[in-house]
C-alpha cells in the first residue's frame, strides 16, 4: 500500500489474516470460524478493502467474502482484527484513510470497530475508535509508515475490547503509543 499522495509505502497488516471462533452461548452461531483480510477484489487494483469470510463447519467450506469496512471506493481499508462476543456478535476492528485529504501533507488515518449481528453476513454499522486522526507520515519509517501490525480484538462478555496504534503527530521523541477503548 502507498501514500496516496507521494507514493511512498505505508506497511500495514496485508500478509496476516485473523481469526476468530464463536465460542459462546448463541446455539445458531457457536462453532462458526471467522477470517479477515484485506483484498483489492471488492475495490479496485490499488486499493484494499477488509473482507471476512465464515465457515459453519469447521473450517471445512467456507462462505463467499464480504468487504465489512466502510471506506469508499478508492480508499484504503487495513490491518483488520476479528473477534466474536459471547452472544455471537461478530467484530472486526481496521484502520482506514477515508479521512484524508489528498495534497494537505497530511495522510489522516482512523480505526474503526463494525459489529455483524447475524453471524457475520452483514456488517450495517460502525463506530470511531480514534478521537482524532492521526498523521501516518509522522510514524516511524521501517521501509515503509509503520504504526506496527500490533492491533488487538478481545471480549469480555458482551463487550469488545480493540487496542490499536496511533502516530504522536509531530512528536518525533514518542512517535506512536497504544490505545484502547470499549465497544460494544
Not at 469508499?72 to 456478535?89: L, N
Amino acid at each position: 500500500m502507498t501514500d496516496p499522495d507521494d507514493g511512498h509505502d505505508v506497511r500495514t497488516g496485508d500478509i496476516l489474516p485473523d481469526w476468530a471462533v464463536d465460542l459462546g452461548t448463541n446455539a445458531a452461531t457457536r462453532g462458526n470460524v471467522y477470517v479477515v483480510w484485506m483484498d483489492t477484489r471488492f475495490n479496485d487494483p490499488d486499493h484494499d478493502d477488509v473482507v471476512l469470510a465464515r465457515s459453519t463447519n469447521g473450517g471445512r467450506t467456507w462462505g463467499a467474502p464480504v468487504v465489512v469496512d466502510r471506506a469508499p471506493r478508492g480508499v484504503d481499508a487495513f490491518t483488520p482484527m476479528v473477534e466474536v462476543d459471547s452472544s455471537g456478535r461478530v467484530a472486526v476492528s481496521y484502520y482506514d484513510f477515508r479521512n484524508d485529504r489528498p495534497g494537505d501533507a497530511v495522510l489522516t488515518t482512523d480505526a474503526w470497530v463494525t459489529h455483524s449481528h447475524d453471524g457475520g453476513l452483514t456488517f450495517p454499522g460502525e463506530s470511531r475508535l480514534t478521537e482524532r486522526s492521526f498523521d501516518m507520515r509522522t510514524a516511524p519509517d521501517a521501509l515503509g509508515y509503520f504504526v506496527g501490525d500490533y492491533t488487538g480484538l478481545a471480549h469480555v462478555g458482551t463487550a469488545f475490547h480493540p487496542a490499536w496504534v496511533a502516530a504522536n503527530d509531530g512528536n518525533l521523541g514518542n512517535r506512536t503509543d497504544v490505545f484502547h477503548r470499549r465497544a460494544r
